[in-house]
C-alpha cells in the first residue's frame, strides 16, 4: 500500500519496504503448479512420501471417514479417534511414554514452552534455535538466557548461577539452517546435574537420523526419559501437516490443561491426521528411507562442493542476500529448485542456498543437480 498521506496510520509500511528491497530482503509468495519440472531440494518432503498414493489414500480415507475439518478445538469436537490413534502410534515409534497432537510444530513450540515455563521459570536457549522456539521463549514470561549454538559448558554456567527453581534448556536436535546435530548426550548430563528438563525440537530428526528415523533422541539413548521432552512436526519427513509434543504422560496432561496453543486452536484436519498416520507406518515398515535420505545429501554436498551432513540438510553459505538471490534465481530457470536463507533467518553475511535431500531423488536428477551447481556456483564465487 503506498499512501500520499504521510499522517496515514499505514504511511510507514513503504518505506520499511523499500529498505528490504535494498537490503536484498525482500520476500514473495511463489505459487506452486501441481506438475512442474523442477527438480525440488528446497522442500522438507524427506522421506518423498507427500505424494506418496498410500499417504494419500490416507488422507482421503480420513476425510470421507470424519470430513473436512475436525469441527473444533481438541477439548470440545475436534479430538477424533483417529488422533487418538496417531498419538498412540507416534508416541510408540518415539519411545515416549505419551504423544499430544497440535495444528503445527509452530504450536507445538509455543504450547510447551509457554505451559511448562512461566515467571518463575528459567529457559535457556540456544543462539541458533528456530523462530517457533523464540517465539515460545518469549511468550513463556520466564526469563531466557541464550547462548552460544552447540555450547554445553555455557548452558552448565548458566544453570549453576540461576536463582529460579525450574529451568528448561532447549535446543533442535537437528539445525535447521546448517544440518548440524546438537550434543543431545552433553546436554542432558548438564541438565541431569543441575536439575533442568532438557526440551528438544526434533523437526528435522525425525525420519531422518537415529535408528529406523526415531530421531536423534533415540540416537542419543534418551527416547522415553523422564526428564526430556520433545517436540516433532508431521509437515517434513511424514508429508502431511501438524506437530506433537512427546514425554512423560504428565506432561501431556498438563499441556491439555494449560497450552493456549492447544486449547484454544482448532484441532488438526483429519485428513493431516490420516496422511501423517499413514506415512508413520510406511516409515516403520520401511526402515531403510532415512539411509537414503543421508545418502542422497552427501551426493548433494558433494555437488555443492561442502561437507556431507549428518542430516538431510545441505548448507551453502554464499555470503551477502544480493548473491544466494541471484543463486536461487539462476538454479531455477536451470530446473532446480533449492532454499534461500537469508537474515533474519541466519546470521549478517551468512546467507545460503539450502539444499534438502529427499530420499526419492533419482540418479538423472543428481546429474541435473551437479551441472547446475558447478555452472551457478562457479558465478556465484566469481
Not at 519496504?17 to 522442500?43: F, I, K, N, S, Y
Not at 477439548?75 to 483417529?82: D, F, I, Q, S
Not at 543431545?184 to 528435522?204: F, K
Request: aromatic content about 2%.
Amino acid at each position: 500500500m503506498t499512501s500520499p498521506d504521510p499522517a496515514h496510520p499505514l504511511a510507514w509500511l513503504e518505506p520499511h519496504a523499500a529498505h528490504r528491497r535494498a537490503a536484498g530482503l525482500h520476500r514473495e509468495l511463489r505459487p506452486r503448479t501441481p506438475h512442474e519440472p523442477l527438480v525440488d531440494l528446497a522442500g522438507n518432503d524427506y522421506l518423498g512420501l507427500a505424494a506418496d498414493p498410500r499417504i494419500v489414500e490416507g488422507a482421503v480415507r480420513a476425510a470421507r471417514t470424519w470430513g473436512a475439518g475436525s469441527t473444533g478445538s481438541r477439548l470440545v469436537t475436534g479430538t477424533t479417534a483417529l488422533h487418538a490413534e496417531l498419538e498412540a502410534e507416534l508416541a510408540a515409534f518415539c519411545g515416549a511414554e505419551a504423544a499430544l497432537v497440535f495444528s503445527s510444530g509452530y504450536t507445538a513450540n509455543l504450547g510447551v514452552l509457554a505451559a511448562l515455563a512461566g515467571p518463575d521459570a528459567l529457559v535457556v536457549s540456544d543462539a541458533a534455535n528456530h523462530a517457533s522456539l523464540i517465539d515460545g521463549c518469549r511468550l513463556s514470561r520466564a526469563r531466557v538466557a541464550v547462548v552460544p549454538h552447540d555450547d554445553s559448558d555455557a548452558v552448565d554456567a548458566v544453570l549453576a548461577a540461576r536463582t529460579e527453581e525450574r529451568a528448561l534448556v532447549v535446543t533442535e536436535s537437528v539445525n535447521s539452517v546448517d544440518g548440524g546435530l546438537a550434543p543431545l548426550a552433553q546436554l542432558h548430563a548438564v541438565c541431569r546435574r543441575r536439575g533442568a528438563l532438557l526440551v528438544v525440537d526434533e523437526a528435522h530428526g525425525l525420519g531422518v537420523v537415529g535408528p529406523g528415523g526415531r530421531g536423534l533422541l533415540a540416537a542419543a539413548g534418551l527416547a522415553g526419559a523422564d526428564d526430556v521432552v520433545a517436540t516433532v512436526t508431521l509437515s517434513k519427513a511424514l508429508g502431511s501437516q501438524g506437530g506433537a509434543v512427546l514425554g512423560p504422560a504428565a506432561v501431556t496432561a498438563h499441556l491439555v490443561d494449560t497450552a493456549r496453543s492447544f486449547i484454544f486452536d482448532t484441532g488438526l484436519a483429519p485428513a493431516a491426521a490420516g496422511a501423517a498416520l499413514a506415512a508413520l507406518r510406511v516409515l516403520r515398515a520401511e526402515p531403510e528411507r532415512p539411509g537414503a535420505v543421508l545418502r542422497v545429501a552427501a551426493a548433494l554436498a558433494a555437488a555443492a562442493g561442502v561437507p556431507a551432513p549428518p542430516s538431510a540438510v545441505v548448507a551453502v553459505v554464499l555470503g551477502e542476500p544480493d548473491v544466494a538471490v541471484a543463486a536461487a534465481r539462476r538454479c531455477a530457470e536451470r530446473g532446480l529448485r533449492v532454499g534461500c536463507f537469508r537474515p533474519p533467518s541466519v546470521p549478517e553475511g551468512t546467507s545460503r542456498l539450502r539444499l534438502t535431500a529427499r530420499a526419492t531423488v533419482t540418479d538423472a536428477e543428481l546429474g541435473q543437480v551437479r551441472a547446475v551447481l558447478a555452472d551457478v556456483l562457479a558465478m556465484a564465487h566469481a
